[in-house]
């Protein structure tokens, strides 16, 4: 699809009170312009507590939403990395994706591998089919894959490697201090011919910067249904038109990353791939690639949205007190599957600053810069 062209938004907005929101979303178009460097101090201000939220309450929606992704860069800045997590950073850093040969252990492998069954052997007892994207777990039908959207309710060794090094360590580096456990994913596709529905098509996760780890529990080849990520371009602020509508295509990445080189994510059993997905990632079918199971463990900041879940409370007891920390929001929030009332995404919450904008607490043993 065509961007509008911001200068021509901008004049209907003028000439039509009713074009508000239209110039609203002219806001979120722009990139970069004279306001921009601004956009980035105050996002360092908010950060670092020195600037307070009320004083950007009157910004307009799609320059809330350009604050709110410069706000995520300037708390990742703050982030500490562990000199031995040297090569991960700079494979994060620089494209996006990083794979961590052979991270699991073959007992916790195991026991992932599973639990995994089990739970594909009880949705498919129970011919539990998935009603939506955000339902708890089930089947899809339609794409050949049983899909949880709560891997922590059955897994308590996905608790343990969640809320534990090195996974807590490279959540904290990549986003800040304090990172939260956001969700646990797992999914089971079986072959099926190439689909453009769901994570299928070319996609950010609607989030900006955010870090998943996808744990491998089989071996994917080439030839299989491994994930693709085209590296370089989780380093895009996408404009606010992008979290209406997250469809994208490749010649989307060729007008900013230099080299567009969709890859492959290819790896065995034990190996745990992890990335922003707020860079172009898809899910490959193929109908005679091989069954893939996977399970992913999604981090962000403080305050971003969290669909909930329900961990293996022994599990989180057993965590240590930062492990248990990054759950304690998950089991403070109801599960988006059990809400009876819709309360919207972060879209809908830029206009309550104080909601996202977590300063990062200051302190020397917390905070660095780069
Ligand atoms: O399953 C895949 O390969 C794609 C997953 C995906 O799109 C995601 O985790 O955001």
Same mark, same amino acid.
């Given at each position: 699809m065509r961007q509008p062209s911001v200068a021509g938004l901008a004049r209907r907005a003028r000439a039509n009170p009713a074009y508000q929101r239209t110039a609203e979303l002219a806001d979120g178009i722009v990139d970069s312009g004279p306001w921009a460097p601004d956009i980035d101090l105050v996002a360092e201000q908010l950060a670092a507590g020195t600037r307070s939220a009320r004083e950007v309450a009157d910004w307009?929606?799609?320059?809330?939403?350009?604050?709110?992704?410069?706000?995520?860069?300037?708390r990742a800045g703050r982030g500490q990395w562990p000199a031995e997590l040297a090569e991960l950073r700079t494979g994060l850093e620089s494209d996006g994706v990083h794979v961590w040969r052979g991270l699991v252990g073959p007992d916790e492998l195991a026991a992932m591998q599973a639990e995994m069954d089990a739970f594909v052997a009880r949705i498919e007892a129970d011919h539990l089919v998935a009603t939506r994207y955000q339902s708890r777990e089930g089947l899809w039908p339609e794409d050949a894959a049983v899909v949880s959207n709560d891997a922590f309710a059955w897994s308590p060794e996905l608790v343990a490697m969640a809320g534990g090094p090195p996974l807590l360590e490279i959540a904290e580096g990549y986003l800040g201090p304090g990172p939260v456990v956001q969700r646990a994913q797992a999914m089971r596709y079986q072959p099926h011919q190439p689909s453009d529905r769901h994570q299928f098509r070319w996609h950010?996760?609607?989030?900006?910067? !955010?870090?998943?780890?996808?744990?491998? @529990?089989? &071996? +994917?080849?080439?030839?299989?249904?491994p994930m693709?990520?085209?590296?370089?371009?989780?380093?895009?602020?996408h404009s606010i038109h992008r979290y209406h509508d997250n469809r994208l295509r490749l010649g989307y990445a060729e007008r900013y990353t230099r080299?567009?080189?969709?890859?492959?994510l290819t790896g065995v059993a034990g190996d745990v791939i992890f990335f922003d997905s707020n860079g172009l990632h898809r899910g490959t079918r193929r109908p005679t690639g091989a069954v893939r199971d996977v399970l992913v463990i999604e981090y962000a900041a403080p305050g971003s949205p969290l669909m909930g879940g329900r961990p293996v409370p022994d599990a989180v007891h057993g965590l240590s007190d930062d492990g248990q920390a990054a759950f304690a929001t998950m089991l403070a929030t109801e599960?988006?599957?059990?809400?009876?009332?819709? !309360?919207?995404?972060?879209?809908?919450? @830029?206009? &309550? +600053?104080?909601s996202w904008a977590v300063p990062v607490q200051t302190s020397s043993s917390t905070t660095s810069t780069p």
């Amino acid at each position: 699809m065509r961007q509008p062209s911001v200068a021509g938004l901008a004049r209907r907005a003028r000439a039509n009170p009713a074009y508000q929101r239209t110039a609203e979303l002219a806001d979120g178009i722009v990139d970069s312009g004279p306001w921009a460097p601004d956009i980035d101090l105050v996002a360092e201000q908010l950060a670092a507590g020195t600037r307070s939220a009320r004083e950007v309450a009157d910004w307009r929606v799609g320059r809330l939403h350009q604050l709110r992704l410069a706000y995520q860069e300037a708390r990742a800045g703050r982030g500490q990395w562990p000199a031995e997590l040297a090569e991960l950073r700079t494979g994060l850093e620089s494209d996006g994706v990083h794979v961590w040969r052979g991270l699991v252990g073959p007992d916790e492998l195991a026991a992932m591998q599973a639990e995994m069954d089990a739970f594909v052997a009880r949705i498919e007892a129970d011919h539990l089919v998935a009603t939506r994207y955000q339902s708890r777990e089930g089947l899809w039908p339609e794409d050949a894959a049983v899909v949880s959207n709560d891997a922590f309710a059955w897994s308590p060794e996905l608790v343990a490697m969640a809320g534990g090094p090195p996974l807590l360590e490279i959540a904290e580096g990549y986003l800040g201090p304090g990172p939260v456990v956001q969700r646990a994913q797992a999914m089971r596709y079986q072959p099926h011919q190439p689909s453009d529905r769901h994570q299928f098509r070319w996609h950010h996760d609607l989030e900006g910067r !955010r870090l998943k780890a996808m744990v491998l @529990l089989t &071996d +994917v080849g080439s030839g299989d249904q491994p994930m693709t990520y085209v590296a370089g371009s989780h380093r895009r602020r996408h404009s606010i038109h992008r979290y209406h509508d997250n469809r994208l295509r490749l010649g989307y990445a060729e007008r900013y990353t230099r080299h567009v080189e969709p890859r492959l994510l290819t790896g065995v059993a034990g190996d745990v791939i992890f990335f922003d997905s707020n860079g172009l990632h898809r899910g490959t079918r193929r109908p005679t690639g091989a069954v893939r199971d996977v399970l992913v463990i999604e981090y962000a900041a403080p305050g971003s949205p969290l669909m909930g879940g329900r961990p293996v409370p022994d599990a989180v007891h057993g965590l240590s007190d930062d492990g248990q920390a990054a759950f304690a929001t998950m089991l403070a929030t109801e599960p988006v599957w059990e809400r009876t009332v819709d !309360r919207g995404g972060w879209l809908d919450q @830029l206009i &309550d +600053v104080e909601s996202w904008a977590v300063p990062v607490q200051t302190s020397s043993s917390t905070t660095s810069t780069p």
